[in-house]
């Protein structure tokens, strides 16, 4: 078993934060976003769209998609809970990680890949797409500060696979300099501070 890993993108850093939280070690395979390694016909054989984590299985079967594989990992390895340990946590868990994909992470995404100088030339950046996606960021942001409020962690008193999302989506922003601004969220900030001094968060 095996993961096909980029540090510089969001999805396998959450993936990872998610096996640094629940103590998991995989080995891992580095293939370049930057330098075009996706996009191989090898490497489209193992996922047809590009993306990256990418879990190999031992008998060579590939699964795309870090929710998807962290929840397989939650499956084999459901201690510490990282979804929950009752329906309705588990209810209030996915929720809310979904806010923090659909909301945060996806957005950033868009706001990246518009105003980067890495994607210029590489697809059609549209200051349309980057003003709409900051709407849907700030109304998210808002969302999970009342949702966080005084919590450690953003669904609760232990991590979850939202602070994997979550920390995942600001990271990435912070390095790609998509100046998304705190100051308005100060538990969103806080918790990304205090979350940024665990040792997963270095994953």
Not at 32 to 59: C, H, M, Y
Not at 116 to 130: L, Y
Not at 150 to 173: K, M, N, S, W
Request: hydrophobic letters at 35%; a negative charge; aromatic letters at 8%.
């Amino acid at each position: 078993m095996k993961i096909y890993d980029y540090r510089g993108a969001p999805n396998p850093k959450r993936l990872r934060i998610y096996l640094a939280e629940k103590g998991i070690e995989v080995a891992t395979e580095k293939v370049s976003i930057a330098d075009g390694e996706t996009r191989t016909p090898e490497f489209l054989q193992k996922n047809p769209l590009g993306g990256l984590p990418v879990l190999e299985l031992d008998d060579g079967t590939c699964y795309p998609e870090s929710l998807a594989i962290m929840h397989y990992f939650e499956e084999l390895h459901p201690e510490p809970p990282m979804i929950g340990t009752t329906p309705e946590e588990r209810l209030r868990v996915r929720g809310i990680e979904r806010i923090c994909e659909l909301g945060v992470l996806s957005r950033v995404a868009a706001i990246v890949q518009n105003t980067h100088r890495f994607f210029r030339g590489r697809v059609d950046q549209s200051p349309a797409v980057v003003e709409q996606a900051n709407k849907f960021l700030s109304s998210s942001l808002a969302a999970l500060d009342d949702l966080i409020g005084e919590q450690p962690f953003v669904a609760g008193d232990r991590p979850t696979i939202a602070d994997c999302t979550l920390y995942a989506g600001l990271h990435f922003a912070r390095n790609m300099d998509a100046n998304v601004d705190l100051s308005e969220y100060g538990n969103v900030a806080r918790w990304f501070d205090e979350f940024g001094k665990r040792p997963s968060a270095r994953a």
